[in-house]
């Protein structure tokens, strides 16, 4: 067919330099050889040659339709995958040449892409921040004690990769058994109930065995699982930049990222029109079809436009009028300005999975039918902030006590991951799970924003709700100031009796706890504990940060307290247990202490070397 199509082609342009008709294929015997019709002129041999060059040309034509239309039909029974407007995946889909079968995608229109940018950067948006995000991949770090980490240039993305660090670690450190697995295998037991360990791995331990599959496999988990997690557990749409498919055929793994870095050399996405113009996105409905995808796209995540590249599949996985729609002002740019930091929508965006800017839990009604959007279920992995220390917002209870014992750490600026190693830190005894209780009927009647203080008349429902039974002169002097504060409330619930719903523990058996938490910070800081030897001295290594913190958390009341209200047998080991109460804890401070406080009051801490830093 096709020697045949080239042949014809041939023909026609040795036609078209020649007057000379040669035998055409497609000319029929004409039956009056003398010329036409009765009364027509005989055709000279250069009008019958164009005549034959035509009919040549226009079978060629009508071929090459024939082929086109053919193809369409055998590909458009195998496209599944819908779009993410509501076509199907194959419109404007090219099959990669060296037979991966990955499509591009499909591009977004101009309106789809001026509505991404403008939502994620703003009309204001400086280059310096679109450097930024333009400049960030999502890689691992190269140093040994922090190779289970991903690394960060500078400040911006940081909210993105914490969230994405955090679901790492949560394969890595407590699900590593799921990361040994053939990816078949961990394709079919994707939905299937996981048993967790209840023990982590070391980290020391982890970095001497940790191999750059497993942490891929790690990474592709947790980016789909992310992904599906913004779309509902329905849809993953991932995206990917139309000028790298073709620039890695032929390369072998170890030089890819060096092949995309050189493609992307070039590449300038400045506004909406530049993204139309480079974005190419796929939906997938199985988590087969995304772990595929994923993991073909790993070079390209790691490239410089990783991190962004993430966002926009998060945004559009969640899809735009959805996200739009969780705002409660969606006029505002999900990066910040003036310094263009990930809004604490996206983050929530990437744990919870949607664009809401409170951490509190559900919402909050403010009357006339307003109302605030708040975390709306539990979630796998938790964040604190350093703004609840300082009274500017309240953490609920769903993102401080996640299933894992992994957070994303907020401060002014910066994102950063603080982690366990033993999921048992978050159990709570049968005092810490009471306090639990009263403290979410209190946030439930909590319509100051996060100010930790309720009317009268929601305090009222609280001691109805949690059958506390408060004596009328305590009722009184608390309701004397028209509203109850949460701190006031915790004393007087404190000395308040188990048997009237109280916290007060007659039998002096609350005990405290002592555990070790993990903190990392992915951009690069000096570090003095691994400095390097010179001719000048000491130079301080330049490299992410993972430190140990020794946590301990004292009893509800202090040790004169117990000694107080407590009456000890004179056995041994009660002794001991007093002697040891009334041993003061090392403590240090850093601003990460206020941050674990909110999650454990009273904890104090200590570690080795320099202090965590979560800026």
Known sequence: MADQEEEELRMALRMSMQNESPEPKRSKPRENAGGGPAGDPEESPEVKSRKVQRELMAAAAERRMMAV????????????????????????????????????GKELSVAEANQLFLMVFGSEVTRDILAQWSNQGVRFSSDQETSMGLVQHEGGPCGVLAAIQAFVL?????????????????????????????????????????????KSRALVRSMAEILFLCGGNRRAVIASLSILHHSTEGSQDSSKDDVIAKALESLSVESGSDLQ???????????????????????????????????????????????????????????????????????????????????????????????????????????????????????????????????????????????????????????????????????????????????????????????????????????????????????????????LGGLKDSTGLMGKKVF?????????????????????????????????????????????????????????????TVVELNKPEPSQHAPLVDCIRTRWPRATCNWVGDPPSIV
């Open 170 to 214: 949560k394969y890595l450190l407590f699900l590593p058994d799921e990361l040994s697995k053939a990816t078949t295998n961990m394709l079919a037991t994707s939905g299937s109930r996981i048993s967790p360990r209840n023990e982590g791995v070391a980290p020391d331990d982890l970095s001497a065995s940790l191999t750059e599959d497993r």
């Open 516 to 576: 070790d938490l993990y903190h990392f910070n992915g951009i690069a800081k000096s570090d003095l504990n691994g400095c390097q030897t010179s001719s000048c001295g000491e130079t301080p290594i330049q490299r992410p940060r993972l430190t140990k913190l020794r946590v301990s958390v004292p009893p509800r009341w202090t040790p004169e307290e117990f000694m107080a209200d407590v009456k000890l047998p004179s056995d041994s080991s009660c002794k001991d």
């Open 277 to 499: 113009k480079v974005l190419r996105v796929q939906a997938y409905t199985t988590q087969a079809s995304a772990y595929q995808r994923l993991e073909a796209m790993l070079p390209v995540f790691r490239s410089r436009m990783g991190a962004m590249l993430f966002l926009i599949s998060a945004l559009l996985s969640r899809g735009l009028d959805s996200v739009q729609a969780d705002r409660d002002d969606p006029s505002q740019s999900l990066v910040t300005a003036p310094f263009g930091h990930a809004s604490q929508e996206i983050v929530n965006l990437l744990l919870c999975g949607e664009v809401v800017a409170h951490v509190f839990d559900g919402r909050m009604d403010l009357g006339g039918g307003m109302f605030l959007k708040g975390i709306s279920a539990n979630v796998e992995v938790g964040f604190l902030t350093l703004l609840e220390s300082l009274n500017f917002c309240k953490v609920g209870q769903y993102l401080k006590c996640p299933k894992w014992p992994i957070w994303v750490v907020g401060s002014e600026s910066h994102y950063t991951v603080l982690f366990a190693l033993d999921a048992s830190v978050q159990d709570e005894n049968e005092f810490e799970g009471r306090e639990t209780q009263i403290r979410r009927a209190f946030d439930a009647q909590d319509q100051s924003g996060g100010g930790g203080f309720i009317s009268v008349e929601g305090f009222h429902q609280v001691l109805k709700d949690t059958s506390i039974n408060l004596p009328s002169d305590k009722l009184n002097h608390l309701c004397s100031s028209g509203f109850i504060v949460w701190s006031e409330f915790l004393q007087v619930l404190l000395d308040l009796d188990k048997s």
């Open 69 to 104: 239309q053919s193809a369409e039909k055998r590909v458009a029974p195998a496209k599944e995958e819908r779009g993410v407007g509501g076509r199907t995946e194959g419109q404007k889909c090219v099959a990669d040449s060296v037979g991966e079968n990955l499509n591009l």
